[in-house]
């Protein structure tokens, strides 16, 4: 029989948990002659199954009995081992409980030259992860269960940027950069839909207590109001600080409040009637 035919497999994740096995002395008793060449040929089926056949036909001297044998022990194993996809699905569809997943677990590193994954890569190397973990199927499970109670109790709360929208992401994200270098020491995104994940990652993941999750968003906060309102000022305005006494800023919150509009407005329309009303009295009769 030729060897091609023992595995014929088109399931990536099975592939890779074929090789992982067969390099497990442990686990195979297999003496491997080459090495698998993960860098070159992890993420391709068919040299994968060219490695796998070719080195079983070489273990075993092509003795078609004892090749059954193992592979079904071996497909056994995998069976066991390797979660169905769709266990994973309530992390995949989420990207905010994907990252906090990732970075717990994961996590990433400059001072490795790791390249800051997107949602995909990140929720990639979670799977890779839960399938390389050196237990059974049902541990597993408790694993994944464990995680998703934690995220209930722990990272289950509203996301403070979901309304914002891409323009004041960056804003934000620039500004916390500056504030906190940590946030680009965790995350490096690289397109621009990713940094408002990164964002709240940042607030969900690093910020590790309340006291700290409050003293970033009150900064953050403070910095979005002067970054909206310099906005919305636009070119023909300008930014004045000048003192006010406790006194006449009662008054001038009185006046606002009676006249029902923004302080901004209030304090525009109140200079230009009084400049209006001296330019009208100089006036020469």
């Avoid at 973990?133 to 998703?148: H, Q, T």
């Avoid at 995220?151 to 500056?178: C, H, M, S, V």
């Avoid at 965790?186 to 999750?213: M, Q, R, W």
Wanted: charged share 35%; hydrophobic share 30%.
């Amino acid at each position: 029989m030729s060897y091609y035919s023992y595995i014929s497999e088109k399931d990536i994740r099975k592939c890779q948990f074929y090789v992982r096995y067969m390099e497990s002395r442990e686990s195979s008793r297999i003496r491997l002659r080459n090495d698998f060449d993960w860098d070159s040929h992890s993420g391709n089926v068919e040299e994968i199954c060219y490695w796998i056949n070719k080195t079983l036909v070489r273990h075993f001297r092509e003795n078609d009995r004892d090749i059954k044998w193992f592979v079904s022990e071996m497909d056994g194993r995998c069976k066991d081992e390797i979660l169905p996809a769709i266990e994973f699905d309530w992390i995949k569809n989420d990207k905010r409980i994907c990252l906090w997943l990732w970075q717990r677990e994961v996590g990433y590193s400059q001072r490795r030259g790791d390249v800051f994954p997107d949602h995909r890569g990140r929720f990639e190397s979670l799977v890779r992860y839960f399938d390389t973990l050196n237990c059974g199927g049902n541990r597993k499970r408790e694993r994944l269960d464990n995680f998703r109670r934690d995220w209930q109790r722990d990272g289950n709360t509203p996301d403070p940027f979901a309304k914002e929208d891409a323009d004041t992401i960056n804003y934000l994200w620039d500004y916390a950069a500056k504030l906190n270098n940590n946030i680009t020491r965790h995350f490096s995104p690289i397109a621009d839909d990713d940094k408002k994940v990164c964002l709240t990652g940042f607030y969900d993941c690093i910020l590790d207590n309340p006291e700290k999750k409050e003293l970033f968003l009150r900064k953050i906060k403070s910095a979005l109001s002067s970054h909206k309102h310099r906005k919305k000022a636009g070119k023909d305005c300008i930014n004045k600080k000048f003192l006010l006494s406790l006194e006449n800023d009662n008054k001038l919150n009185k006046m606002i409040a009676s006249d029902n509009s923004s302080r901004d407005n209030f304090m525009n329309r109140l200079i230009a009637d009084e400049y209006d009303r001296r330019k009208n009295t100089s006036r020469p009769d």
